[in-house]
């Protein structure tokens, strides 16, 4: 690899991550024949639970090419790149002076912020939340149909006795 521009600027964390991968970084418990240092190491393990472990080059530069319409600093592209934010409350105190940019800030922000949920893939940490609500909502689910056959049963077992009481009165 060819260095063509020293300090050519602030890196996305994608672009680091892709850098570590490129010299070797791995999840590899061993990590021995690695020409990567320690620091690279923990870097490369930080990042890999960040939002840049799942970025494509695709789609930064999508993000990239609609992100354009906002006029945003780069330091701003940057920041929402690393952080990903989902929502338009995630999103405000990343963007410098809300108040002066002539935008209607709640419709703006929230178009955003469903842009970069579109465009960009979520977060490890996103992706294992949304796992458990789904498994907490199956769980939830099989338990109302206990319940439900339960109460079924209990329905049940309550008519079998007003019958059996009612064939004792007949007798």
């Known amino acids: 690899m060819k260095i063509l521009k020293t300090n050519a600027g602030p890196l996305t964390n994608f672009e680091v991550l892709d850098l570590l991968r490129s010299k070797g970084a791995s999840t590899d418990p061993t990590r021995v024949m690695s020409l990567l240092t320690p620091s690279e190491f923990k870097v490369y393990d930080y990042l890999v639970q960040s939002p ?51 935008w209607d800030v709640d419709t703006v922000l929230d178009e955003m912020a469903e842009m970069i949920v579109q465009v960009l893939p979520p977060s490890p940490n996103e992706k294992n939340m949304d796992e458990e609500a789904a498994e907490d909502d199956n769980t939830a689910q099989v338990a109302d149909e206990d319940n439900a056959e339960d109460n079924m049963e209990d329905e049940n077992a309550v008519a079998d006795e007003d019958n059996e009481g009612e064939e004792m009165d007949a007798s």
């Open 52 to 102: 840049a472990c799942d970025q494509t080059r695709e789609s930064v530069n999508e993000f990239l090419e609609k992100s354009k319409e906002y006029q945003l600093a780069k330091a701003e592209v940057i920041n929402i790149l690393n952080n990903r934010p989902s929502s338009a409350a995630e999103l405000a105190p990343i963007i410098e002076a809300l108040e002066q940019r002539n």
